[in-house]
Every structure is written in C-alpha cells, then in structure tokens.
C-alpha cells in the first residue's frame, strides 16, 4: 500500500534550490566545512609529501643494504695527550673478511677507505674526499655513468691508477668529458680520469655513503699509495690516525635478511671492538621508522582537522535547527498533504547533506591550492593523493548526515496541526 | 442529535467521538461524543461559535489528528488505531485539504505547489507537470502556473491551494474557513467554486461561521461546546 518513492535526484535538485535561495546565508553555513576540508586535504597533501621525500631518500640508500661506518672516539676516550698523538680506531680489513665469510645472506660488500686529500688537475686544486673502494661500491650506489666508466676488477685486482670523479667534483676542477684518460694529482700521485659519474645529489636529511665532491680509486691502490696511516695538522700539533676502513656497504641477499644481519654483524663487531668506533645504519628500519612517524603525523593532523570539521557541521546544524523552525508552516503542509515523517527527515538530510558536500567541493579546491603555494613559498614538496580527495568527500558528506539528523528529525517530530498554526 | 434517516453508503462515520484536551489539572473536552454520518457527494458546511470545535472536529476527519475516545470509520474502515504512515497515506491518497491562510509553500511556483501531492504520490515530473497545469486551467490561473504565491492575490492563492487539493483527486475535500481570510467578493467566488466541484460529485466538509458561506452547503452541521447542536438535512 505505500507509494512509490520519490526519486532522490528530483529531491537533491529541490534541497540545492531552496539552499540556493539563500545563497549568503548557505555560503556562511559551508565555511566551517570548506576550511576543514581544505585543511585535511593540505595537511595530508604536506604529510605525504615529506614521507614520500623522507622513502625517495632511505629508497637512495638501498633497502636491502646496511652501512657501516667507522666512528671515531671523543678526544676524552683518546689514549695519551702531548704533541703528537696517536687515534687508532674503526673497522678492520679483518671485520670485512669476518662478515663476508661468517655470513652468508651477505650477497655483495663494499669496503671503503676515506682521505681527504689534494687534488689537482692542471691549475686547478682543491680538498676532496679520495675514496678507495672495490667495483662493488658501484652497484650498491647506483648512480648513472655521465662519461666514461666506472671502477672494475681489473683496476681492482692490478692496483691502476684510474680515478673516477662525480659531476659536481669535475665541476669545481674544470674537468668534462674531455678531461677522460688525462691524468689528474691525487696528494701529488698522478691518476688518469677514467669516468665522470652523477653526484648523490639532493639536501635530504638522510646520509648517503658518497658525497656530491668525491674521487674514486681503486681500494688497492688507495692502500698501497696512501696506507693506513694519516697525518693531519690539528693546533696542538700533529695528529696520527690508524684507520683501517671507514666504511662498509653490505648488501643482503633477501628484505627479509636484512635486520636479522644487521643484528649479527652487530654483535660480531661488539666483541671485536668492545670500544665501539662504529656505526651499523639500517635503511629499512630507517624506513619503516620513516612510516611510523608519517602514520603519527597523519593522526596528529587528522585530529586537527577533524575538529574543524566538528566546528563546522555544528555550524550547519545549527543553520538547519533555524531552517526547520523557520519553515516550520512548510512542514506542516507536507505533512497535511500526506508526506510520511521518513519523507521529511529525507528532505531535511538531502539538504544537509548537499551543504556539506558543496562545503567539501569547496574545500577540496582550497586543499588541492594550498599545497601549490606551500611548494611555491616554502619549497616544501606536497603530494596530493586521491584517496585523501575522495576521504575528504566522503567525510562531508558524513558530516552532512551527522549533523543533519537531529534537525531532520525534529523536523519530522513536528505535530502536523501545530506545525500548521505556526506563524 | 443525529441526521433524519441513515445514510445509505457513509464516506465517513463518527460512532461517539471525543477529543479531550488535558492542560495540566484542566481539561478541554474540545469535541465530546460526536456521532454522525457523512454521505457521499454530500457538502457540508460545519459552523458554530468560536472554541465550539469546528477546527477539531475538522482536523479528526482530515485524519490530522487521532480522537480521545471513539471510533472513527472511512469507508467502513476504522481509522482510529492508525499509526502515523497509515495516516499520512491515507491524506495522501484520499483527502485533499483547504487552509484559511492558503498555505502554499512559498519558495515553489505555482505549478510545483499543485504539483506536491503529485510528489509525493511518486508521479514522474512530465505527468505531474501536465496535471497541474491542467489543473491551474481548472481555477483560472493557467497563465500563471510559473509566479510564486507571493505574486498572487488572496483569492489567486486559494484557488491555487484549491487546485492543489484536487491533485491527487481526493474522495474528500476538507476546507477549514476557505474564505476567512477573503473579501466577500472574492470569497463567493472560492465558494462558486467549490459548490461548482459539488456539483461534479466531490464530497466536501468545510467549516465557517458566516451564514452566506454556508448557504452554499447542502448540509449543515451546527456545533456547540464540543457537540452537535443542530444538523440541517435538506432531506
Ligand atoms: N492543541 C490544543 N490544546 C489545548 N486545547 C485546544 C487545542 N486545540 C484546541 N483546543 C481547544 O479546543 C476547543 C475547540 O477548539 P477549536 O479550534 O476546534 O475551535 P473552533 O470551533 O475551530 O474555533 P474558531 O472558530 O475560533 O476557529 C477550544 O476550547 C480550544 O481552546
Ligand atoms: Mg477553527
């Protein structure tokens, strides 16, 4: 015996026209809704963004590597004072062939020894990084070749004298591509120039192994040529450092061998080196820190948006609470004609819920422009994903029918006769 | 007090019907033992001193309102135990209702307040459109279909509420002092109307308490203090 339903398109058209019919006053009731809109859509847009920087520059170290770096001790742990002094310190040759024979999820391994020393080509000198390392360094800092080659066994097994510099480096010494196979002073020892490769680039907070102003040769040749021993000049006097190897690249064979490696060489290296003087850096728990911090983030930035979300559906309750008593009359002749209480709350939440929708569009406009001028003005990257556009409509949209209820329902409390008589 | 001889197939049947008001310790017997037959076709004009009940007894046959005490038949179906969608339903598909004060909805022209019954009856919106301005014909106001109720005059207003009334072709047409708020003029008019709709058939139960507006009743019915003074039965 009941009717057949009206149809809801014919409802959203008659709720957009009396909303329409006062424009100022429905414009006034959506702000609340088109700032926390565009705020969740901006501040997810920000959070996002700075987590997807935060992965690209743990992704550049490579997941399924660990780092280890050599640290030297505070002046405090240093044995003996006076005017010259002795700091023996960090990773062993014996600790690389430890980990690459003890472990076997290790799949590759990158030693490293790092000086800084003179660099010459033609007029030009300047300070650089000399990095002594094996082929394998390549591969496990990828970084595409801009001219000639990289490293290889052979320079590795027979000691070359070849030298591979990172743009930014060939830069400052005036080098190109022109400058390949011409010889180059390391320290006053002659290299021949045999690649030029891509620097790590980027100001990110993450520290990669190589640096924008490196050279590379051969870890060979870096020992036969410059040995363990350095000496700098410091204001007491001189300063002798035994170091080894500074650093060490190790690859995993699986993700999942990752930490538990990490975990092994760690306890390997404290019982060799009770002291300390290293550092083990895992890029997948840098990672997965990375992701725990954005997830805090996000609720952090979801609770302050969501209570301007709060303030603005109470808003437009409230502007339907004054809707329902002012078209009170209107609801009495409805109710007369024969509309059902089901009919009316209808109508009363079509309407909320097109005002609160129309706040979201709104507001999803303000959240897609207000990442632009945050990229613009403080240059920070913002990343607006699709499913924070439809989160936000469908949050309106929940706000809409939230707070549209109770009006609705009061609305459709109204006794039909009193509501007649209401002037 | 009830009518001369029984009514052969009543629309509507009032078998002792109360409406009690309770304000605190006071009580308001707004209609106190009503009983009486309504006869199809029949125009009936309900009329009394003010207070006497003529709007509560009204809004009980317009199914607005449920009585005290009582039982209340439309059809020989018992109306009273009702629930609220039932009663709603009903106005919907066999009442068509007249205002004092017109009651249109003022943010809908002319046609879309004809329409409303339309609406809510789930008619689609080319049919519904055609019926109301067939409609609007029917109480001279077709070149009008598209103002908004605040353009017309008293009397446009009625007869558009009048329209609207008739949309979903009501077996009963309840009108509560159609023509209170109109000059006489213009109220005889409404009234020219309504005796017109009498005459193709339409049952129609209409309070006033001026005599010329009654005259256009075939019926009438003549409260006081909650009970049937006095009917007039021309037959
Ligand atoms: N909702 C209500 N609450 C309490 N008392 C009411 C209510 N509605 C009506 N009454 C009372 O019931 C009695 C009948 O009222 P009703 O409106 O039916 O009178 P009426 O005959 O229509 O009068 P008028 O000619 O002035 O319109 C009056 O005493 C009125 O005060
Ligand atoms: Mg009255």
Redesign the interface.
Known sequence: MMTRRVPMLREIRLGIRTLILHKLRSLLTILGVVFGVGSVVAMLAVGEGASQEALRQIRQLGSHNLIIDSIKPTDEAVAGGGRVRMVMYGLRYLDEARIREGFPAVARLAPAKIIRKEVRLGATRMEMRVVGSTPDWFQLVRRPVVAGRVLTALDEEQGTAAAVLTEHGARRLLANANTLGQSILVDGKAFEVVGIIRSAGGEGAVQTPDQDVDIYIPMTTARRVFGDLTTRRTAAGHEREWVELHAMIVEARELADVEPLAWGIETMLRTSHPDGGYQIRVPLALLRQAEATRRNFNIVLGSIAGISLLVGGIGIMNIMLASVTERTREIGIRRAIGARRRQIVRQFLIETVVLSLTGGLIGVGLGLFIPLVITQVAGMPTVVTAWSLILSLGISVGVGIVFGLYPAARAARLDPIQALRHE | MTRASPVEDPVIELHAVRKIYRMGTEEVRALDGVSLQFGTGEFWAVMGPSGSGKSTLL?LL?C??VPTAGRYLVHGEDVSGLD??AL??????R?G?I?QSF?????LSVRENIE??L????WD?AHSAERAVELAGLVGLESRVNHRPAELSGGQQQRVAIA?ALA?DPEILLADEPTGNLDTATGEQIMRLLGDLHGQGKTILMVTHEPEIASFASHQLHLRDGRIERIEDPS
């Open positions: 809004n317009g607005l309102d609220d969608d709603s339903h009903l106005r919907l598909r009442l209702f205002f009651h249109l909805i003022p943010q409303l019954p609406y809510y009856l789930g919106p609207r979903n």
